[in-house]
């Protein structure tokens, strides 16, 4: 699901770029990954992230990905044009990717799940698309950040089957990710690793 006015204010916000680049600098902590590989970002929003990783983590090409054509519009205007070399910039739903089985080697999500009815489905796709071994980096959000009392006035979310900590990490687990590292803020939400199981 789209983000509507009040989200796209806070994400398109100089404060998330604070957030993010503390947060991607932490990921790359919990699994540091050897520069030059493949990555993709799903729900790239204006792109901010993308950049960010390809200062932090080095990829070779970061295929950067969203539901909504306006923020991916928002992206091509945002990144420096010095980086638009390293990226690919692709309309496609996080639940159903557009990229072969095993051709990525991490998978990046800020904030993206908690947007997509279906949220096991773009677990297991994330899944998919890894490379054995690859590594799903996230942060997400619990439904006590955007679904309490005065947040579900003012976001759009779907309302149905939401996650918390456990239901989350049982997904990765049945998608065959297995989660290594991770920072929870306890109901609030998680930044975390996974890997995906070599079998
Ligand atoms: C809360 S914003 C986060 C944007 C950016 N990742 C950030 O952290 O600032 C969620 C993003 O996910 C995108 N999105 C929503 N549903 C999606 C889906 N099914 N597949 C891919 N992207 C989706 C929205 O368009 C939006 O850009």
């Known amino acids: 699901m789209k983000c509507n006015w009040a989200e796209r204010w806070v994400v398109n916000n100089p404060f998330r770029v604070i957030e993010q680049r503390i947060e991607i600098k932490k990921l790359r902590r919990m699994s540091p ?3 030059g ?3 993709l970002e799903i729900g790239c929003g204006r792109g901010a992230g993308a950049g960010i990783i390809l ?3 080095r990829p070779r090409l970061i295929y950067t990905t969203d539901l909504d054509v306006d ?3 928002k992206a091509r205007g ?3 044009p ?11 739903d996080g639940s159903s990717l557009p990229f072969k089985t095993g051709s990525i080697d991490a998978v990046f999500g800020f904030g993206v799940l908690h947007h997509i009815p279906d949220w096991r489905r773009a677990v297991g796709e994330a899944a998919r698309v890894l ?3 690859g590594t799903y980096f996230f942060e997400e959000l619990y439904p006590a950040v955007y679904q309490n009392f005065i947040t579900k006035h003012i976001l759009a979310h779907p309302r149905e089957d939401r996650f918390h900590s456990r239901d989350l990490r049982d997904a990765l687990s ?3 990710l297995s989660l290594g590292r991770y920072g929870e803020w306890k109901g609030l939400g998680i930044v975390g690793a996974a890997v995906k199981e070599i079998l």
């Open 33 to 35: 990954l050897e520069p």
């Open 37 to 39: 590989f493949t990555a």
């Open 55 to 57: 200062d932090t983590f």
């Open 71 to 73: 923020m991916l519009d």
């Open 78 to 80: 945002y990144v420096r």
């Open 82 to 92: 010095e980086k638009m070399g390293r990226i690919r910039l692709v309309a496609a």
């Open 131 to 133: 490379k054995a071994g």
């Open 174 to 176: 049945v998608a065959g």
